[in-house]
């Protein structure tokens, strides 16, 4: 992607973001009582007043992004192996699944999960260091923070740690 | 009581074996907690605040002050190490901490973090010492508009965080501005943004947003192109930071010590602001303005000085006027409560003895905290040399853990998530994160002080103006910007 | 012998589920969620109170601080955790008393919980500053008659919040929200900054959040609350005042669980809420904090916090104080 392209589409990005939250988004989630005294008390003044901002600057942005030359710099390398796009979505899925399963499995067992399956994402070199890793540094968190730090880990329905 | 009297009185009450081995292990404590993200300095200090019930009051206090200045320099670690803040106020750090462990300099970065953190931390103590009473009469003078002004300008910073592109920079502010806003209105008690979600109601936490926005994204990057460190010498390296590098940056050391003095004992803002004010004018005045970003040691000295500043000066409010600065030194006040003690202008009187323990206490906790700090880097060094794709999964558990423990709570876990891949898309998008971070912080600050303005003054602005230190701050924010403007119109033609 | 049972409930209770451990309650550790931020007066007296309680308890208790929202979202965590008795709330009046009163939003009502006991009761203090010039309530009310009068809280909803009204309700002024401006801060340290620095004329709040300003004569009490003087308040009672309907406003916590906590453990806490409140140390630190130990059963801290809720809503239904939306 050329600055340009990143500043134009940043830039009508924050304008559609700000028109959303003006005419969409305060109105609708943002509630005020009926007996404010005075405009900029309400709970709603801030919140417009920085959608408002926040068009401006994606407006400044376009415009920025027309001015300035296109092939400026190129660093971004494109991806190695093409298979980008699905690892993103195969991580997204896994901390999907992880918000699903914290409450029920409880945390020890899904980070062990979350460990070895984003370290076998990544496509590690060392797979029996990966493997050994994803037991013991869950135990050893949940060691640290539930017995010297005395907190709530959240431990599921199914196996409970002492 | 003469001062001398006072001194005796106070070292006859610290000179005992327990409360200078409580300040140590408090210290020790401080530093490992604060190494742990999600566990921070503050959770260090509320888990060993039960374990001063027992102890002399002096004792038990020193041991939370250790906590509290260990766990302040802890967090630089894996900020530095794994882009992960340990502790709010090491958010900064990472800015150039990061890059010079990419580039195999950890160790160096490592050591000009603690070589900052405990010249701060010296230069704090001393200003608590010698001007805790002035100090504390011109914190009280800090209401609603004066804040308003100062947090005004604070924002400024965002101009030096932002990096190459100003505007993306305040986009980025203006999101961080936009998410703060979720939560219950502060004067009517309404739901903004909320959903009807409880969780929401509390507005995001602060430690959630953080290790979302900056260490997340690293680890979704590395989804996107595993290999895209190979090759890069990421090992320890040259691994001392040498004399000369403290001799560059002292400077910046001074100037950010004094930075976090100035805003240590006006209470309420804390030391990230502090941080990144620092970096902010480091940057400023630095002939290698350039370099920021990418890896410049004199960044990660301002940094950690910022927010070392802080920790003796939050004690100025505490002691001189009992009034806590931030959520650390309101733990420290229930300890002084605990004991009988009631921190304010009678204690200097009462209870001088105290007083007086606990400086020379403050003094010698800047030596132990650099006996510690470099045994603990050389403990910690070795992260740099584990292969990065053990390191992130490990990161990621480590996230999860630590910011379910900041506030029980799963649901702040999804709400790192939902950051990390908001961050990934700003970084792929070249928007930096240090200004979402610091509007995020500063945010709600602006606006319930501009509110709580507006109605002690029944909505006439001009309350915003009421005196020298209103207006010297908006003096000073008038030339930040004009400067800032002059700087954009002098680039402009070269490009 | 102890030890052998105790195993076997726990390779039982893994087994079998929650319903077959329930019977030896408590054969693990008990989750107590704290609903406001560490170092604050509802923190500090879980604390206090874990140590005896836990011996009494025989488990050990894990205390997990849970904030945000005044409370709320800490309570919805008890609200929707299982009847086990294995999550418990630290209820405060805020979260418990003056939210339900205030808040036509709250995602929860008191009928949510069961209170198994309030152990401490904290009078509530009126201060200014004494540069204020005003030295008794009725100077206080005299000066809001004149206008320009704030109070600060430590947010909408919160126990300051409701007291400053409330106090100025009694003390004839009528109509104390447009008389006196709120102004709202972010917890308790602020409001007391917020009257020391000027920006609020006064407050009413905890007298153990007062105790250290008043002693070092940074702030000057004008009433206490309660029946009896408070120790090192230097201020008439509000029955000196002859103002009785003021002893109801008065911050306690207690211990609630789930609103179907079977009752052999609402009686379980009972008992070892008996035994903890012995203890000599929590006496005395909670004392050293101007807090009162009262004992109350579960039905007694049921019909307590109702009654408080009671006056509270109806004060709030007469000044149209309620937060909808």
Redesign the interface.
Known sequence: ?S?QV??T??GIG?CIAAAF?IFV?IPG?????SN???I??A?TF??YV??A??GL??L??IL?GRR?GGAASDEEVV??DGL?WP??V???LI?AL??YA??RLG?VWT?ML???A??F??????RV??LI??VL??LA??A??AHV??????QGNFVRLP | MSLFDSLIAGLSLVASFEAFFALFAGICIGVVGGA?PG?SA??A???T??FT?SLQPITGILLLLGVYKGGIFGGSIPAILIKTPGTPASSATILDGFPLAEKGEAGRALGMALWASCTADLISNLALILFAGWLASFA?????PEFFALILFSLTIIAGVSGE?L??G??SA??G??LA?V??????????????D??M???L?FIAVLIGLFAIPE??A??????AHLGKARALGKTKVTFADYKRSFKSIVRGSLIGVFLGSI??IGAAPSAFLSYSEARRKSPNKENFGKGEIEGVAASEAGNNGVAGATLIPLLA????GD?IT?????A???H?L??????FVLNVDIIYGLFIGLIVSSVFLFIVGSVAIKGFKFVADV?K??L???V???C??GV??V????FD??VM?VM??VGYVMMR???PAAPFLIAFILGPLL??N???A???S??DPMILLRGPITWFFWALTVITIVAIIRGIARKAPA? | MKKTTLTATILLGAAFGATAALAEYPERAINM?IPY????AT??SA??I??PLGDAVGQPLIM???????G??GS??VQNAKADGYTMLFARVGSHSVNPA??A?L?YTLDDFRFVTVYEINPVACAVTPASGINSMDDLVAKVNEGGV?YSSS???SLLHLAGAMVLKEFGVEDPLTAA???????G??A???V????ATFLCTNS?AL???V????LKPLMVTTPEPVVGFDAPTANDLGKEKLNKLVGWTGIAGPDDLPDDVAAKWGEWMATATQDA?FNE?MS??GSVIELMNPVDANAFIQGQFEIFRDLVDELGMR???
Not at chain 1, 29 to 33: A, G, K, L, T
Not at chain 2, 321 to 324: A, E, F
Not at chain 3, 215 to 218: D, L, S, Y
Request: aromatic content about 8%; overall charge positive; charged content about 10%.
């Open positions: 992607m600055p990143i500043q589409r940043l924050a939250l988004g989630w943002v509630s005020s009582p404010v005294q005075n900029v008390l709970p801030w919140p920085l959608s901002m926040t600057i994606g400044g942005l920025a300035t991806e190695t980008g690892r993103l195969a991580l997204a901390m992880t918000m914290l409450p945390m980070t979350v460990f070895a984003t370290a994402l990544f496509r590690t070199r060392h260091t990966a890793c994803a540094i869950p968190l949940y640290f923070f730090a005395g907190v709530g880990i959240p | 742990i566990l503050t959770m200090v509320a888990l605040l039960p019930f009280l003078s800090f209401g609603p592109s505007l993306r305040a986009l203006m999101l501005l936009l806003t939560g219950l209105d502060l004067v009517y008690g309404t739901n903004r943004f909320t959903f009807g409880p969780n109601m509390g507005g936490n680890i979704i590395m989804a996107w192109n595993p290999t209470p309420g006027l009992g009034v806590p959520v309101a733990i420290i006040i229930g002084f409560m605990i009988g009631q921190p304010g202008p009678m204690m292969p794709r053990i992130m999964p490990a990621l558990v480590l999860i853990y379910f423990a506030n029980n709570n799963i876990v999804g998530f990390g891949w998008h070249h928007v606006e319930d501009f509110r709580q507006m109605l002690m029944g909505s490009t | 969620v931020g560490a170092g604050g923190d500090i604390r206090t874990a140590e997990a601080n849970v904030t945000g929202a005044g709320a979202t919805v965590a205030m808040k939003t995602p704030s947010g909408v909803g401006t709120h102004i709202p801060q972010k917890g340290g602020a007391a900054t917020a020391l620095n000027g920006t153990s105790a250290s300003f002693a070092n004569g940074q140390k630190t050293a904090r937060i909808e939306g």
